[in-house]
Each structure stands twice: as structure tokens, then as C-alpha cells.
């Protein structure tokens, strides 16, 4: 194989007796932009958890590089994978700037503090997040979108070549979530990262990403290239309900049809 | 742009704070109920036969007790840093893992049995309360290490818990011993300085000076942790260790600092506070200048619990609270507009 992420039989529970993710293989190509989608409660975060080892997996079930991701020492991994999270809790008041400085913290010299290099990444990474403007405001002071940014942009400047994202758009105006996804997109095609986004938008993981692995709640997965897996038919399945796809030039796009929803009877025929 | 830290006003803040220090430490030595001449003083020790009496007040009664209160001072700002980062909480302070009620138990207990020995020059209150610190924390720490992997919330539970329990247990303790006892007791846990011998007073401050220096290493990873141990994890930090470190010697230097001195309180919610107001929350900076300023800040208290209703003294602990709250809260005013988690 040679993915630089390749996970092979993995299965998960959260106790002994249950079991969340069921014999899971698939393998990502460096460069690659994957969706992870799926109904809620179909274990797309455990998988991600699994993935940079907040959760650990069974030995030699997930391979960073080629590497079994247990024999990583915390700092190699991090060089490796990078991860934004889903929730977030600000205690103190840190800067932005000192945010995405903190990404860098386990190359500090012995004073305890970052070089030229470490700041010319962290520099990179806000120019490449397009967050320059607010270096110096506590994130805590920041909108949700402008947030998300800035842990984008720390985990940029963790500069590893694979990159987590938890449902990164989560709670964003439309501006902010094709914003994000745009500068997704350009790390993938001008850093050649490998990005992992768990989504729930089918048609922003239709218009951005190359692949989609989709989980389903009787434990089966589907992975593929992204106009292959989404189709109306295996969306229904998945998630239970109708869509209508429609095309625009060669993009898809995919509308839920709620059973009260206004002109859900007009578009279906 | 902000201003980022750099080693260079890191060496000069923290160079200037200690000349504060030592500028304070000796203008408190010279304050008092008995007026002492700093000529007198240089003067020396006097002859074998007629002692020098300025130089005798100076360093072996006043000296003593201000390097005490700057080394406790120090000890309590800079581990109240330090739990107020890995516990993520701004409420909390050394004493919230239980080491208070632990060290009060062990010191009611050392008062009752009317024990009468020393060790390594110290009194059994002191040795029992510096056990009794340690072993709660452990006991706190285990508890919550059962409640979860490391449960942050496990483990303020098991804290609050605890410091009810031994709490309870002392005022049982007090409600059926001896009003001399009774006394004792109430005393100690008011927190009160007293003239220690110089020889304690070096290895305290050595234990606290090292205890700080060795946090200050780790202290770009409490950076790091604040935001929580998975992503801090994931940004390459090895949490479990820096944790442990951190906990271990925070502990360790409270509960020096409650041996010698009884429960101080205030100091190490308050300092690591204000130092993080006007400087902001970069441990690099806070956890050197908070111990700093906490051991100005101790230093100050106690010279007016010296002299307010001189010749007779105040409980320091009296006097951090009336003195620390109203300061603190005009910097929480006046800081307040430009620290936006207070929001």
C-alpha cells in the first residue's frame, strides 16, 4: 500500500462489549482531500480520534507513513498529524498570534522559546488563513469563523502533512463555510497536504473533496471517489432521507426533500 | 501587532521585579515597633559583652521573618499559577486539591497528640501538616485518576469533596479538645509568620527557587495545555509527563510553604491574577513574575500585620484578604475591558 494514512480491520467500542466502528479498511493517498460522512452517531469522530491517537486503536490497525501509528513518540506524531477539533474552550486570554505559536512549542529551545524558523512558519500559516488582520486580538475575541481560521491555522503551522478536521464549518454563515473550504483546498493543492474532514454538507464535500468515506449505522462503509459514493440512492440509504440531485455544468448538487417541505412535491416529480 | 515575548524583556521584567524584591525586602526590614538605624546595623554584632541592638532586631528577628514571607509569597503565586493552568479553571488556587484541609488536619492532630520532638529542627505541627498536605493531594489525585482517565472535573470534585470531609473532621477535632489547644490550632490555620532559623529558611528557599525554576521549563507546554490535554497532545506535547511534573512540584512547594507558615490564603488566587491581567497569560512570563510579586506582595502584608495594631500583630492571612480583594478588584476593573474571557 501506499497511502500515508492506511487503516486496516480497525474496530472500536468504548467498552468491552459494544463496538462503534466494525472492520474498517481504506487508505489515503498523500494529497488527498477526504470527506469522512455519515449519520450522526456512526463513530465519524471516534474515527478521527482513532486517527491521531486521542483514542488509541488496536496495534498495527492504523499506519501513519507506513509507520504503525502506536510506535510514534507524541512530538513524531504531531509532525506528522495535525488536528482541529470540534469543541473549544478558551481559558485564558491568548493571542492569536501566541495560539499558533503554541503549534510549535515542542521545537522551542531550551530557553523556552521559538526561533526564526518557528515564527516564519507561524507567520506562513496566518497569511495562508488569511488571519494577518487580527494577529494580535485574544482569540477569545474572535467570531466563530474567524476562529476556526485561527486553529486552522495552528494546525498549519504544526507544518505535518496530514490534517484532521472535525466538522470544521460547524455553526459558520455560508460565507465562512465555503471560506474555510477554500483554504483547505489551497493547502491541498499548494502544500500538497493530505486533508481529513468530517462533514455533515454534501455538497461542500461534493464541490471540494476528492474522496468521501461514508459510515453507515448498520456499520458498513462505502469509500470512493466523492461522485461515485454520493449518489441520491446511497444518500437515501445512508441517511434516510430523500434528496433531489440536480446538475450544474458537471457539478452535482444534492437537495434533502423533507415530507412538508415547501416545494419538496414539485421538485421530485 | 502584539507584543510577543521575548528572552530579552522576559530577563528584563523579571530582572527589575526582583530588584522590587530586594528594594521592598530590605525598606520592610527596617519598618517596625522599634526604630532601627541602618548605620547602627552595618555596625556589626556588637562585642561578646554589649550586643549591637539595631543589628540584632535586623537580622536575626526581621530578616528571618521577610525572607520567610517572601519565600511563602513566591511558593503559593506560582503554584496558584500553575493549578489554575492544568485544572483550567480561574477559580482555582493551591489550596483547592485539598492540601489546606490536609495540612490543617495534620496540624490539629500534631496539636492534640502533644507531641514534643523535633525533626530536622522542625515541630510537629509543621511535619504533620507537611505529610498531611502531600498525602491529601495524592489521595485527591488518586480519587480522581479513578474517576477517568484524568477528569478535570473528577478532579476538582474529589478536591472539594476532600477539603469537606477533613474540613469537617477538624471542627469536630476542635469542638472536643482543650481551649489551649483550641487556641493553637486557630492560630496556625489563620496563617502567621514567625522567626524561623536561617538554616530552614535557605533550604526552604532553595526547595521554592528550584521548584519555580523547574516550572518555568515546562511552562511553554502550560501554554499549551490550555487548551486542554487532547489538543495539546495532538500539538506534539507530552501531556501525562508535563502534568505530572507540574502537579508534583506545585504541591511540593505548597506544602513547604503551609508547613512554615499556616494557610495563607488570597496569595495564590490573587497574584497569578493580577500578574496575568496587566502581563497577559503567557506562563513563560507569569509563573517567574507571579512568584515574584507574590513574595513582594507577602512580604508587604506582613510588615503591616507587624505594625497595624503594634505591639501586638495580626494574623498575615487577616491581612492578605483586606488588603489583596479591593486591589484586586480595581485591577479587575481597570484590566478588565481588554481581557475578553472575563466576558
Given at each position: 500500500?501506499?497511502?500515508i494514512i492506511?487503516?486496516?480491520?480497525?474496530?472500536?467500542?468504548?467498552?468491552?462489549?459494544?463496538?462503534?466502528?466494525?472492520?474498517?479498511?481504506?487508505?489515503v493517498?498523500p494529497?488527498?482531500?477526504?470527506?469522512?460522512?455519515?449519520?450522526?452517531?456512526?463513530?465519524?469522530?471516534?474515527?478521527l480520534n482513532l486517527m491521531c491517537r486521542t483514542l488509541t486503536p488496536?496495534?498495527?490497525?492504523i499506519r501513519i507513513d507506513a509507520v504503525p501509528i502506536e510506535s510514534y513518540s507524541t512530538r513524531a506524531l504531531a509532525s506528522k498529524v495535525a488536528v482541529v477539533r470540534?469543541?473549544f474552550?478558551?481559558?485564558?486570554?491568548?493571542?492569536?498570534?501566541e495560539v499558533v505559536l503554541m503549534a510549535r512549542t515542542p521545537y522551542y529551545g531550551?530557553?523556552g522559546?521559538e526561533n526564526?524558523a518557528d515564527r516564519r512558519i507561524a507567520?506562513e500559516a496566518?497569511?495562508a488563513?488569511?488571519?494577518?488582520?487580527?494577529?494580535?486580538?485574544?482569540?477569545?475575541?474572535?467570531?466563530?469563523?474567524?476562529?476556526?481560521?485561527v486553529l486552522i491555522a495552528r494546525a498549519l503551522a504544526q507544518d505535518s502533512p496530514v490534517l484532521l478536521l472535525d466538522?470544521?464549518?460547524?455553526?459558520?454563515?455560508?460565507?465562512?463555510?465555503?471560506?474555510?473550504?477554500?483554504?483547505?483546498?489551497?493547502a491541498?493543492?499548494?502544500k500538497g497536504k493530505t486533508i481529513v474532514?468530517?462533514?455533515?454538507?454534501?455538497?461542500?464535500?461534493?464541490?471540494?473533496?476528492?474522496?468521501?468515506?461514508?459510515?453507515?449505522?448498520?456499520?458498513?462503509?462505502?469509500?470512493?471517489?466523492?461522485?461515485?459514493?454520493?449518489?441520491?440512492?446511497?444518500?437515501?440509504?445512508?441517511?434516510?432521507?430523500?434528496?433531489?440531485?440536480?446538475?450544474?455544468?458537471?457539478?452535482?448538487?444534492?437537495?434533502?426533500?423533507?415530507?412538508?417541505?415547501?416545494?419538496?412535491?414539485?421538485?421530485?416529480? | 501587532?502584539?507584543?510577543?515575548?521575548?528572552?530579552?524583556?522576559?530577563?528584563?521584567?523579571?530582572?527589575?521585579?526582583?530588584?522590587?524584591?530586594?528594594?521592598?525586602?530590605?525598606?520592610?526590614?527596617?519598618?517596625?515597633?522599634?526604630?532601627?538605624?541602618?548605620?547602627?546595623?552595618?555596625?556589626?554584632?556588637?562585642?561578646?559583652?554589649?550586643?549591637?541592638?539595631?543589628?540584632?532586631?535586623?537580622?536575626?528577628?526581621?530578616?528571618?521573618?521577610?525572607?520567610?514571607?517572601?519565600?511563602?509569597?513566591?511558593?503559593?503565586?506560582?503554584?496558584?499559577?500553575?493549578?489554575?493552568?492544568?485544572?483550567?479553571?480561574?477559580?482555582?488556587?493551591?489550596?483547592?486539591?485539598?492540601?489546606?484541609?490536609?495540612?490543617?488536619?495534620?496540624?490539629?492532630?500534631?496539636?492534640?497528640?502533644?507531641?514534643?520532638?523535633?525533626?530536622?529542627?522542625?515541630?510537629?505541627?509543621?511535619?504533620?501538616?507537611?505529610?498531611?498536605?502531600?498525602?491529601?493531594?495524592?489521595?485527591?489525585?488518586?480519587?480522581?485518576?479513578?474517576?477517568?482517565?484524568?477528569?478535570?472535573?473528577?478532579?476538582?470534585?474529589?478536591?472539594?469533596?476532600?477539603?469537606?470531609?477533613?474540613?469537617?473532621?477538624?471542627?469536630?477535632?476542635?469542638?472536643?479538645?482543650?481551649?489551649?489547644?483550641?487556641?493553637?490550632?486557630?492560630?496556625?490555620?489563620?496563617?502567621?509568620?514567625?522567626?524561623?532559623?536561617?538554616?530552614?529558611?535557605?533550604?526552604?528557599?532553595?526547595?521554592?527557587?528550584?521548584?519555580?525554576?523547574?516550572?518555568?521549563?515546562i511552562?511553554p507546554q502550560l501554554n499549551a495545555l490550555s487548551f486542554g490535554a487532547d489538543d495539546a497532545r495532538s500539538m506534539g506535547i507530552n501531556t501525562a509527563r508535563v502534568r505530572?511534573?507540574?502537579?508534583?512540584?506545585?504541591?511540593?512547594?505548597?506544602?513547604?510553604?503551609?508547613?512554615?507558615?499556616?494557610?495563607?490564603?488570597?496569595?495564590?488566587?490573587?497574584?497569578?491574577?493580577?500578574?496575568?491581567?496587566?502581563?497577559?497569560?503567557?506562563?513563560?512570563?507569569?509563573?517567574?513574575?507571579?512568584?515574584?510579586?507574590?513574595?513582594?506582595?507577602?512580604?508587604?502584608?506582613?510588615?503591616?500585620?507587624?505594625?497595624?495594631?503594634?505591639?501586638?500583630?495580626?494574623?498575615?492571612?487577616?491581612?492578605?484578604?483586606?488588603?489583596?480583594?479591593?486591589?484586586?478588584?480595581?485591577?479587575?476593573?481597570?484590566?478588565?475591558?481588554?481581557?475578553?474571557?472575563?466576558?
Open positions: 500500500m501506499s497511502g492506511e487503516v486496516e480491520n480497525l474496530s472500536y467500542g468504548y467498552t468491552p462489549t459494544s463496538t462503534i466502528l466494525k472492520d474498517i479498511s481504506f487508505e493517498k494529497g488527498t482531500f477526504l470527506a469522512i460522512a455519515g449519520p450522526n452517531g456512526v463513530g465519524k469522530s471516534t474515527l488496536k496495534s498495527n490497525t470540534q469543541e474552550v478558551p481559558v485564558f486570554g491568548f493571542s492569536v498570534m531550551t530557553m522559546f526564526e507567520n496566518l497569511e488563513t488569511d488571519t494577518v488582520g487580527f494577529a494580535s486580538r485574544p482569540l477569545a475575541s474572535l467570531s466563530g469563523g474567524e476562529r476556526q481560521r466538522e470544521p464549518t460547524n455553526f459558520l454563515d455560508l460565507r465562512h463555510q465555503v471560506g474555510i473550504y477554500d483554504l483547505l483546498k489551497a491541498q493543492l499548494e474532514v468530517i462533514t455533515h454538507d454534501i455538497n461542500l464535500a461534493n464541490q471540494y473533496c476528492d474522496e468521501v468515506l461514508l459510515l453507515s449505522t448498520d456499520r458498513k462503509f462505502h469509500i470512493g471517489k466523492t461522485q461515485d459514493v454520493f449518489s441520491p440512492e446511497q444518500i437515501k440509504k445512508v441517511f434516510g432521507v430523500e434528496v433531489f440531485a440536480g446538475e450544474v455544468g458537471r457539478e452535482k448538487f444534492f437537495i434533502p426533500l423533507g415530507k412538508l417541505a415547501k416545494d419538496s412535491r414539485q421538485i421530485s416529480k | 501587532m502584539t507584543q510577543l515575548l521575548t528572552p530579552k524583556k522576559l530577563i528584563v521584567r523579571t530582572g527589575l521585579a526582583l530588584a522590587v524584591l530586594v528594594v521592598v525586602m530590605f525598606a520592610c526590614s527596617l519598618i517596625g515597633t522599634e526604630d532601627v538605624s541602618l548605620k547602627a546595623v552595618f555596625g556589626g554584632a556588637g562585642s561578646q559583652t554589649v550586643a549591637n541592638p539595631d543589628y540584632e532586631i535586623f537580622v536575626k528577628v526581621r530578616l528571618p521573618r521577610i525572607i520567610l514571607a517572601a519565600l511563602v509569597g513566591a511558593a503559593l503565586a506560582s503554584s496558584g499559577v500553575v493549578f489554575q493552568a492544568l485544572l483550567r479553571n480561574p477559580l482555582a488556587d493551591p489550596y483547592i486539591l485539598g492540601i489546606s484541609s490536609g495540612a490543617g488536619l495534620g496540624a490539629i492532630i500534631a496539636v492534640i497528640s502533644g507531641l514534643n520532638w523535633t525533626l530536622w529542627g522542625r515541630s510537629p505541627i509543621a511535619v504533620f501538616a507537611f505529610v498531611g498536605a502531600l498525602g491529601t493531594v495524592w489521595l485527591v489525585w488518586f480519587i480522581g485518576r479513578l474517576t477517568g482517565k484524568f477528569h478535570l472535573a473528577g478532579l476538582l470534585l474529589a478536591g472539594v469533596v476532600v477539603n469537606a470531609f477533613f474540613s469537617a473532621i477538624i471542627m469536630f477535632l476542635t469542638s472536643i479538645v482543650k481551649a489551649q489547644q483550641v487556641y493553637a490550632t486557630i492560630f496556625w490555620l489563620m496563617g502567621n509568620m514567625t522567626e524561623e532559623d536561617f538554616l530552614t529558611l535557605w533550604v526552604g528557599a532553595g526547595c521554592v527557587a528550584g521548584g519555580i525554576l523547574a516550572l518555568f521549563y511552562s505530572t511534573i507540574a502537579f508534583a512540584i506545585a504541591a511540593g512547594i505548597t506544602a513547604i510553604a503551609v508547613s512554615l507558615s499556616g494557610l495563607i490564603g488570597f496569595v495564590g488566587l490573587i497574584v497569578p491574577h493580577a500578574v496575568r491581567l496587566v502581563f497577559g497569560p503567557d506562563h513563560r512570563q507569569l509563573l517567574p513574575l507571579s512568584g515574584i510579586v507574590g513574595a513582594i506582595f507577602l512580604v508587604v502584608a506582613d510588615t503591616l500585620a507587624r505594625i497595624i495594631i503594634a505591639p501586638a500583630q495580626l494574623p498575615v492571612g487577616v491581612v492578605t484578604a483586606i488588603v489583596g480583594g479591593p486591589f484586586f478588584l480595581i485591577l479587575l476593573v481597570k484590566y478588565s475591558r481588554k481581557v475578553s474571557w472575563l466576558k
